[in-house]
C-alpha cells in the first residue's frame, strides 16, 4: 500500500512541479504586479489598488473588455450554428466507412499557421482583395472596398478558426448518442423534427457547451486575429495589455488587465462548470 502511494506521487510529482513552476507562480507574481505602481520610469513595489482602479475609471480600458466579450460572444453564437449542422452531416448522412477521411480533409486547412490564415484572409478582405474584386466584377461595387480594419473582419477570422473545433466537440457528442434513443423515439410517435429537439439535441449540449468554453477561452484571449484584420480601429483586452507593454512600459498596469482577463474566464469555466453539472442531475 505505501509503495503504490508512493509510486503515485513520483508519477504525480513532474506534472505538480511543472504546473506550480510554469503557471501557479508567474500568476502569483502577475497578481503581485498588478498591486504595485508605475511612477514616471520608475516601479513603485508598495500595495495598492490602483490599477484596477484606474481600470474603472477610464472608459478605454473599460471599453476594451466589453469589445472583448461582444466579440467573443458573436464568434461563439456564429461559430455553434454553423459547427452543429456540419457535425451533424458528418456524424448522420456521411457514411461510417468515410468519416474519418471526411474529418480529415475538413480539418486539413487548419494545418497552416494561425498567423498565416489570418493574414490570408487580410488579402480576401483588404481593398483591392478577392472579395472587393469579385464584387466590382459582378457589378454590386463601383470601385475597390475595404472590408478589413473592423469587428466583422475580426468575427469572420474567429469564426474561420474556431467552427471546426466546435465542430470536432460537437461531432464527438453526436457519434457517442446510441441509435437506439432515436428509434424509441420514433415508436412513441415522434417525428425527425420532434425527435432531434426533444432527444439529440439536449444529449448533445455538453458537447456543445464544451466546445463553446474552449472557444470563449481561446477567442476572448487572442491577440493575433484582433491586430490583423481588426486594425485597432477598436481594441480589445488582449490588444491594450500589449499597449501597456510595448508602448507605455506599464507592467503593473498590464497584470492588472491580464488579472482580470483571468477572472472573466475563471467565471466562464465556473459558469459552465456548474451547468454540466446540473444538467447531469
Given at each position: 500500500m505505501m509503495a503504490n502511494r508512493h509510486l503515485a506521487w513520483g508519477l504525480l510529482l513532474p506534472a505538480l512541479l511543472w504546473t506550480l513552476a510554469f503557471f501557479a507562480a508567474p500568476l502569483v507574481i502577475m497578481g503581485m504586479y498588478s498591486l504595485w505602481q508605475r511612477v514616471g520610469m520608475k516601479l513603485v513595489q508598495t500595495w495598492t489598488t490602483h490599477n484596477?482602479?484606474?481600470?474603472?475609471?477610464?472608459?478605454?480600458?473599460f471599453e476594451s473588455l466589453v469589445n472583448s466579450l461582444e466579440v467573443t460572444a458573436t464568434v461563439t453564437i456564429i461559430s455553434i450554428l454553423l459547427a452543429y449542422p456540419l457535425a451533424y452531416i458528418l456524424a448522420e448522412r456521411v457514411p461510417a466507412r468515410w468519416q474519418r477521411l471526411a474529418l480529415v480533409m475538413a480539418i486539413l486547412p487548419f494545418w497552416t499557421s494561425y498567423v498565416v490564415r489570418s493574414y490570408s484572409w487580410l488579402l480576401v478582405l483588404s481593398e483591392g482583395g478577392i472579395l472587393s474584386n469579385f464584387l466590382m466584377d459582378i457589378g454590386l461595387i463601383a470601385e475597390p472596398m475595404s472590408f478589413a480594419n473592423n469587428r466583422g473582419a475580426t468575427v469572420v477570422g474567429f469564426v474561420h478558426f474556431f467552427v471546426?473545433?466546435?465542430?470536432?466537440?460537437?461531432?464527438?457528442?453526436?457519434?457517442?448518442?446510441?441509435?437506439?434513443?432515436?428509434?424509441?423515439?420514433?415508436?412513441?410517435?415522434?417525428?425527425?423534427?420532434?425527435?432531434?429537439?426533444?432527444?439529440?439535441l439536449p444529449l448533445t449540449l455538453p458537447g456543445?457547451?464544451?466546445?463553446?468554453?474552449?472557444?470563449?477561452?481561446?477567442?476572448?484571449?487572442?491577440?493575433?486575429?484582433?491586430?490583423?484584420?481588426?486594425?485597432?480601429q477598436e481594441l480589445l483586452l488582449p490588444q491594450t495589455i500589449m499597449m501597456q507593454i510595448s508602448r507605455r512600459s506599464d507592467f503593473p498596469m498590464a497584470s492588472a488587465l491580464a488579472m482580470i482577463?483571468?477572472?472573466?474566464?475563471?467565471l466562464a469555466y465556473l459558469a459552465c462548470a456548474r451547468w454540466l453539472k446540473l444538467d447531469r442531475l
Amino acid at each position: 500500500m505505501m509503495a503504490n502511494r508512493h509510486l503515485a506521487w513520483g508519477l504525480l510529482l513532474p506534472a505538480l512541479l511543472w504546473t506550480l513552476a510554469f503557471f501557479a507562480a508567474p500568476l502569483v507574481i502577475m497578481g503581485m504586479y498588478s498591486l504595485w505602481q508605475r511612477v514616471g520610469m520608475k516601479l513603485v513595489q508598495t500595495w495598492t489598488t490602483h490599477n484596477y482602479q484606474q481600470f474603472a475609471s477610464k472608459s478605454f480600458l473599460f471599453e476594451s473588455l466589453v469589445n472583448s466579450l461582444e466579440v467573443t460572444a458573436t464568434v461563439t453564437i456564429i461559430s455553434i450554428l454553423l459547427a452543429y449542422p456540419l457535425a451533424y452531416i458528418l456524424a448522420e448522412r456521411v457514411p461510417a466507412r468515410w468519416q474519418r477521411l471526411a474529418l480529415v480533409m475538413a480539418i486539413l486547412p487548419f494545418w497552416t499557421s494561425y498567423v498565416v490564415r489570418s493574414y490570408s484572409w487580410l488579402l480576401v478582405l483588404s481593398e483591392g482583395g478577392i472579395l472587393s474584386n469579385f464584387l466590382m466584377d459582378i457589378g454590386l461595387i463601383a470601385e475597390p472596398m475595404s472590408f478589413a480594419n473592423n469587428r466583422g473582419a475580426t468575427v469572420v477570422g474567429f469564426v474561420h478558426f474556431f467552427v471546426m473545433l466546435l465542430t470536432l466537440t460537437i461531432y464527438a457528442s453526436l457519434v457517442q448518442l446510441p441509435p437506439s434513443y432515436r428509434k424509441a423515439a420514433a415508436d412513441l410517435g415522434a417525428g425527425p423534427v420532434r425527435s432531434f429537439i426533444h432527444v439529440v439535441l439536449p444529449l448533445t449540449l455538453p458537447g456543445v457547451m464544451v466546445g463553446a468554453f474552449l472557444t470563449f477561452v481561446l477567442c476572448i484571449g487572442d491577440y493575433i486575429t484582433p491586430q490583423i484584420l481588426g486594425g485597432n480601429q477598436e481594441l480589445l483586452l488582449p490588444q491594450t495589455i500589449m499597449m501597456q507593454i510595448s508602448r507605455r512600459s506599464d507592467f503593473p498596469m498590464a497584470s492588472a488587465l491580464a488579472m482580470i482577463l483571468m477572472a472573466v474566464v475563471s467565471l466562464a469555466y465556473l459558469a459552465c462548470a456548474r451547468w454540466l453539472k446540473l444538467d447531469r442531475l
